[in-house]
């Protein structure tokens, strides 16, 4: 499932609890993201496109540490 924000509108805008949940998106959002960057960064995501057999094991990694992050 994917979970995305409200979005506002010039006719409509977003009340108070859309403004809360988009919030608390953006949270648990943010430390995903930031951990994908870091990744990017050290150049680890290259691996997959010249070795497909250890995407498993990469995104296994890659779960377990966004999911630490999330908890964290």
Do not use: C, Y
């Not at 006719?11 to 403004?19: C, K, M, N, S, V």
């Not at 960064?41 to 691996?47: E, M, N, Y």
Request: no cysteine.
């Amino acid at each position: 499932m994917i979970i995305t924000g409200f979005k506002a509108s010039r006719w409509r805008p977003l009340t108070t609890a859309q403004r809360q949940a988009n919030r608390l998106l953006a949270t648990e959002r943010a430390p995903v993201e930031h951990g994908f960057a870091h990744l990017k960064a050290w150049r680890i995501l290259t691996r997959l496109r010249t070795d497909l057999a250890w995407a498993t094991t990469l995104v296994r990694a890659l779960l377990v540490l966004t999911a630490l992050e999330v908890n964290r």
